[in-house]
Protein backbone atom coordinates (compact mmCIF):
# COMPACT_ATOMS: atom_id res chain seq x y z
CA UNK A 1 0.00 0.00 0.00
CA UNK A 2 1.35 3.29 -1.20
CA UNK A 3 1.57 6.30 1.20
CA UNK A 4 3.28 9.26 1.67
CA UNK A 5 3.01 10.87 5.26
CA UNK A 6 3.84 14.36 5.52
CA UNK A 7 4.69 15.97 9.13
CA UNK A 8 5.82 19.20 10.46
CA UNK A 9 3.41 21.83 9.75
CA UNK A 10 2.43 24.30 12.91
CA UNK A 11 2.14 27.63 13.79
CA UNK A 12 5.20 30.07 13.22
CA UNK A 13 5.53 33.94 13.72
CA UNK A 14 6.79 35.51 11.07
CA UNK A 15 10.35 35.33 10.30
CA UNK A 16 10.44 31.94 11.72
CA UNK A 17 11.36 28.71 10.69
CA UNK A 18 9.80 25.36 9.85
CA UNK A 19 11.29 21.67 8.36
CA UNK A 20 8.66 19.45 6.89
CA UNK A 21 9.06 15.95 6.33
CA UNK A 22 7.39 13.07 4.14
CA UNK A 23 7.39 9.66 4.45
CA UNK A 24 6.91 7.22 1.48
CA UNK A 25 6.02 3.44 2.01
CA UNK A 26 5.16 1.11 -0.60
CA UNK A 27 7.10 2.22 -3.85
CA UNK A 28 10.74 2.23 -4.69
CA UNK A 29 10.82 5.77 -3.20
CA UNK A 30 14.41 5.98 -4.98
CA UNK A 31 13.43 6.22 -8.40
CA UNK A 32 10.56 8.88 -7.85
CA UNK A 33 10.81 12.53 -8.49
CA UNK A 34 10.11 14.12 -5.21
CA UNK A 35 8.36 17.57 -5.01
CA UNK A 36 6.82 20.05 -2.38
CA UNK A 37 3.01 21.66 -3.28
CA UNK A 38 1.21 24.04 -1.37
CA UNK A 39 -2.52 25.13 -1.56
CA UNK A 40 -3.69 27.72 0.55
CA UNK A 41 -7.30 29.25 0.89
CA UNK A 42 -8.91 29.93 -2.29
CA UNK A 43 -6.03 29.20 -4.56
CA UNK A 44 -4.82 26.61 -6.78
CA UNK A 45 -2.27 24.43 -5.78
CA UNK A 46 1.18 25.42 -6.50
CA UNK A 47 4.34 24.16 -6.75
CA UNK A 48 6.91 25.07 -4.53
CA UNK A 49 10.03 22.65 -4.88
CA UNK A 50 11.51 19.43 -6.72
CA UNK A 51 14.30 17.32 -5.91
CA UNK A 52 15.07 14.52 -8.92
CA UNK A 53 15.26 11.00 -7.92
CA UNK A 54 18.83 11.31 -7.18
CA UNK A 55 18.46 14.53 -5.95
CA UNK A 56 21.07 15.91 -7.70
CA UNK A 57 18.90 18.48 -9.09
CA UNK A 58 16.25 20.92 -7.12
CA UNK A 59 13.97 23.48 -8.34
CA UNK A 60 12.26 26.15 -7.08
CA UNK A 61 9.46 28.70 -7.23
CA UNK A 62 10.79 31.78 -7.57
CA UNK A 63 8.39 33.19 -4.14
CA UNK A 64 10.84 30.48 -1.88
CA UNK A 65 14.22 30.83 -3.33
CA UNK A 66 16.95 31.23 -1.21
CA UNK A 67 14.52 30.67 2.01
CA UNK A 68 13.71 27.02 1.44
CA UNK A 69 15.67 24.34 0.82
CA UNK A 70 14.41 20.68 -0.42
CA UNK A 71 16.06 17.50 0.43
CA UNK A 72 16.07 13.72 0.59
CA UNK A 73 17.08 10.59 2.08
CA UNK A 74 17.17 7.93 -0.16
CA UNK A 75 18.01 5.66 2.84
CA UNK A 76 15.41 6.82 4.56
CA UNK A 77 12.60 7.18 2.28
CA UNK A 78 12.20 10.82 3.11
CA UNK A 79 11.98 14.28 1.11
CA UNK A 80 12.46 17.36 3.43
CA UNK A 81 11.51 20.87 3.07
CA UNK A 82 13.46 23.32 5.16
CA UNK A 83 11.44 26.25 5.43
CA UNK A 84 13.29 29.70 7.07
CA UNK A 85 12.33 33.27 7.00
CA UNK A 86 8.69 32.37 6.51
CA UNK A 87 6.34 34.85 5.55
CA UNK A 88 2.54 35.19 5.83
CA UNK A 89 1.67 34.59 2.59
CA UNK A 90 3.35 31.07 2.98
CA UNK A 91 0.52 30.35 4.52
CA UNK A 92 -1.04 27.08 3.06
CA UNK A 93 -1.61 23.43 3.32
CA UNK A 94 2.04 21.60 1.86
CA UNK A 95 1.23 18.09 0.07
CA UNK A 96 4.41 16.20 -0.74
CA UNK A 97 3.71 14.67 -4.54
CA UNK A 98 5.68 11.72 -5.68
CA UNK A 99 6.40 11.13 -9.75
CA UNK A 100 7.38 9.12 -12.42
CA UNK A 101 7.70 9.19 -15.58
CA UNK A 102 6.55 6.31 -17.54
CA UNK A 103 6.78 4.75 -21.26
CA UNK A 104 4.41 6.88 -23.86
CA UNK A 105 4.49 10.24 -21.93
CA UNK A 106 2.63 9.30 -18.73
CA UNK A 107 3.22 9.51 -15.27
CA UNK A 108 2.67 7.73 -12.21
CA UNK A 109 2.05 10.05 -8.86
CA UNK A 110 1.28 9.44 -5.45
CA UNK A 111 0.05 12.41 -3.12
CA UNK A 112 0.12 12.85 0.31
CA UNK A 113 -2.77 13.98 2.08
CA UNK A 114 -1.00 17.58 3.09
CA UNK A 115 -0.02 19.15 6.57
CA UNK A 116 -1.02 22.72 7.51
CA UNK A 117 1.32 25.27 7.99
CA UNK A 118 0.10 28.74 9.34
CA UNK A 119 2.42 31.80 9.92
CA UNK A 120 1.02 34.46 11.95
CA UNK A 121 1.91 37.05 14.28
Known amino acids: QVQLVESGGGLVQPGGSLRLSCAASGFTFSIYDMSWYRQAPGKERELVAT????????NYADSVKGRFTISRDNAKNTVYLQMNNLKVEDTAVYYCKATRALPGFTQRTYWGQGTQVTVSS
Open 51 to 58: ATSAGSNT
